[in-house]
């Protein structure tokens, strides 16, 4: 079982730099919207996978969980028929890209200096989104006392509305660029949290619990595609990073917020990420948005 897990993230994570450098080779225009599209097959997979693994668990017993190979192998499949093509037309717009840059006086640069302040905003989205992840279903049993159905409904909604979150964000990227939608984001999300740190209500829970999860998602594009554009040299470094060293981010965070809440109370966990919230929210303000030639 732990190889096949190990397996499993190898894959992942050769995939997805590989896969955000080809979206945006894919799309010459509205990339915002062209990552976020693909930002939201990801994330719907979040939302239904543990309820789809759970039903079949359920019905078939845990063996039955090896139906999903059939899923995995007929995308694999799909992306053994299209992948030649897509990868010719992504060739065919970086080779065009480097042409008009090549004719440029100014040689393209990475920068390095804000390609870091993003990684900033990135790490406390990711503690923020682990923190959820992992402690929003028992924050639902034990302070709001509600099932435990209930609380693994309210997760599900949480990934449901955000992968709504990812649509709207690559929206607001084409339309008013990707600093302006992350600091938009982050700017609004410290209070949302100390609300929802504060309510004993399910009903006011459940209501903030929606644009808390919209907000958590609406920056993910932008964070992506700001990356590839502050290191134009090294887009698969950059989508490295954005996608997969995040993740790790949250996921080293996240046991430590397990210890304050056997310590203290889960109460305290969501007042540290309203203090988390803080950090991305100022540094925010740090960015800018990149000469794109």
Avoid at 23 to 42: I, P, R, W, Y
Wanted: aromatic share 10%; charged share 10%; glycine share 10%.
């Amino acid at each position: 079982m732990i190889t096949s897990c190990l397996v499993c993230g190898v894959g992942i994570a050769a995939y997805h730099p590989d896969a955000a450098k080809l979206v945006n080779g894919l799309a010459d225009v509205n990339q915002g919207h062209a990552l976020s599209v693909f930002s939201f097959g990801g994330n719907l997979g979040f939302a239904c996978g543990p309820i789809t693994v759970t039903l079949v668990a359920n019905a078939l017993g845990i063996s039955g969980v090896g139906l999903f190979i059939l899923v995995g192998g007929g995308v694999a499949l799909l992306l053994a028929h299209y992948l030649p093509a897509m990868r010719r037309q992504s060739a065919q717009h970086w080779q065009q890209k480097r042409q008009r840059e090549s004719d440029s006086p100014v040689p393209v640069k990475d920068d390095w200096r804000h390609f870091a302040i993003l990684a900033c905003v990135l790490f406390g989205r990711s503690i923020i989104f682990y923190g959820l992840n992992t402690f929003l279903v028992l924050y639902w049993m034990h302070i709001l006392k509600q099932s435990n159905t209930s609380g693994s409904l309210a997760l599900s909604v949480l990934f449901i509305v955000g992968a709504t979150g990812t649509i709207i964000g690559g929206h607001l990227v084409d339309h008013i660029g990707a600093v302006k939608t992350i600091r938009f984001a982050f700017t609004i999300m410290p209070f949302l949290l100390l609300a929802f740190s504060l309510t004993k209500s399910v009903i006011v829970a459940s209501a903030l619990l929606l644009p808390i999860g919209m907000l958590i998602f609406i920056p993910y594009s932008a964070i992506v595609l700001l990356g590839q554009r502050y290191l134009p040299n090294q887009m698969g470094l950059a989508s490295g990073v954005t996608l997969g060293l995040a993740i790790s981010i949250g996921g080293i965070a996240t046991p430590f917020l397990g210890q304050v809440a056997d310590a203290t109370s889960l109460i305290t966990v969501f007042f540290i990420l309203t203090a988390v919230a803080l950090f991305p929210m100022g540094v925010a303000y740090f960015i800018t948005e990149p000469t794109i030639k």
